[in-house]
């Protein structure tokens, strides 16, 4: 079975500095992987997706992931945080078992960017 | 163009009352979803319909119940509810079910409270 682990149930800090966001999983097979990011009282919204080929990905609003197959690992980096990047954020991977396109989410870390 | 909407965003009911949550994509997708998602939790799956059919029901209990009229449009029926059933409901909707790399996009929710 499928499993996302978020080490960290908050992450802080400093606008202007890199921030980083952890995320490993264990999946039999290829592991498809996303991050999603959720503002208080609204939905998910989609920021990137590792599929295949190159270990770094690129998403939405500057952020990016790298996969790291030996460490089974998806860390979520953007070099520069700002204020507005304070958020939820959901790393998730494809069940690849049943043809429901379930994803399942680790439980979530809070980043906090402080002025 | 990458926008599930839902209606409405708040609903207040009583455990006696019937009522309807509404979820419309127009992206072409033919895969819809239904969670819930308790505060600070990750989204729950509920239901999975593929090709307006339904395909997955996630044990959920009888008192919802849902409808996909067309390929655009996805409703969650309630009755007779019970408090606990408070939460965050997010719908979402993918290209198929079938193809790993398919992303999920989600509405903003419906925030529901059961008096």
């Known amino acids: 079975a499928q499993s996302v682990a978020q080490p960290e149930d908050q992450v802080n800090v400093a606008e202007g500095n890199p921030l980083t966001v952890k995320c490993t999983y264990s999946v039999s097979g290829n592991p498809y992987l996303f991050w999603y990011v959720q503002y208080p009282n609204r939905g998910l919204q989609f920021l990137l997706k590792y599929i295949t080929g190159d270990n770094l990905v690129k998403g939405s609003y500057g952020f990016e992931a790298e996969f790291n197959k030996s460490q089974t690992s998806f860390h979520l980096k953007k070099p520069s945080a700002l204020v507005s990047d304070s958020a939820l954020y959901f790393c998730a991977v494809r069940d690849t078992n049943n043809a429901g396109n379930m994803l399942t989410f680790g439980g979530g870390t809070r980043l906090m960017v402080k002025p | 163009d990458t926008e599930v909407t839902q209606t409405p965003k708040h609903l207040v009911m009583g455990m006696t009352n019937k009522k309807s949550l509404k979820c419309e994509q127009h992206?072409?997708?033919?895969?819809m979803y239904w969670y819930k998602q308790k505060a600070k939790k990750p989204p729950e799956l509920m239901f999975v319909?593929?090709?307006?059919?339904?395909?997955i029901n996630e044990s959920v209990p009888s008192r919802f119940s849902p409808e996909c009229p067309n390929s655009s449009l996805l409703n969650l029926h309630l009755h007779a509810l019970q408090p606990e059933d408070s939460a965050l409901y997010l719908c979402?909707?993918?290209?198929?079910?079938?193809?790993?790399?398919?992303?999920?996009?989600f509405g903003p929710g419906t925030r529901l409270t059961v008096l």
């Open positions: 319909y593929s090709y307006e059919k339904l395909s």
């Open positions: 992206m072409g997708h033919r895969a």
């Open positions: 979402a909707s993918s290209q198929t079910t079938g193809t790993l790399a398919d992303t999920q996009y």
